[in-house]
């Protein structure tokens, strides 16, 4: 069983599309998170949730929406999709502020 | 602020030969995680560190915690190709922030 799922693993859309990525984990976590990775590899936190809470919330454009509609989902819609959106976009979940955290196996978003 | 610098962060070695990647944080963290990410792959944690002085070893690959000097050290000894990967590290402390070091990308040539 996926622990932590993303779901679509490829995205490939055109400029000012909408667009949204949807995370689901099955670990009983309270927290989750969206990360963004660039072509650098630098792993850059985005949001994240605490039972259905959110707790973080970086300086990202408010073009990027997170939706948690349980402890268990933490969507991420994102509005008028531009090309320096393209990257890679991990969902990661962990029980408490002392464990390890499981991430997703990553979408790849494209903007063309 | 937590701030997490790994060096170096492109590595580019020959099987055979060992090295270490570092890892410095600037803030108080008795905990720490090392995670590998394959190219194209998902992150999957490899050790973590729970008290100062922590050391832990799986096959070539040997991670220690410093939580004085907060240093942590991943140590490769004759590196084989499968190691390629890129390594994190992850200092725990307190809050939920999860912040990452920048990642050693580790090439090993033939």
Known sequence: DTAVSQTPKYLVTQMGNDKSIKCEQNLGHDTMYWYKQDSKKFLKIMFSYNNKELIINETVPNRFSPKSPDKAHLNLHINSLELGDSAVYFCASREGGNTEAFFGQGTRLTVV | ?110
């Not at chain 2, 962060?9 to 020959?14: A, D, K, V």
């Not at chain 2, 992850?90 to 920048?102: I, M, N, V, Y």
Request: glycine share 6%; proline share 4%.
């Open chain 2, 1 to 110: 602020e937590l701030k997490v610098e790994q060096n170096p962060l492109f590595l580019s070695m020959q099987e055979g030969k060992n090295y270490t990647i570092y890892c410095n944080y600037s803030t108080t963290s008795d905990r720490l995680y090392w995670y590998r990410q394959d190219p194209g792959k998902s992150l999957e944690s490899l050790f973590v560190l729970l008290s100062n002085g922590a050391v832990k070893q799986e096959g070539r690959l040997m991670a220690s915690l410093d939580t004085k000097a907060r240093l942590s050290t991943l140590h490769i000894t004759a590196a084989v190709h499968d190691l390629s990967a890129t390594y994190f590290c992850f200092p725990q402390t307190s809050g939920s922030r999860l912040t990452f070091g920048e990642g050693t990308q580790l090439t090993v040539n033939p």
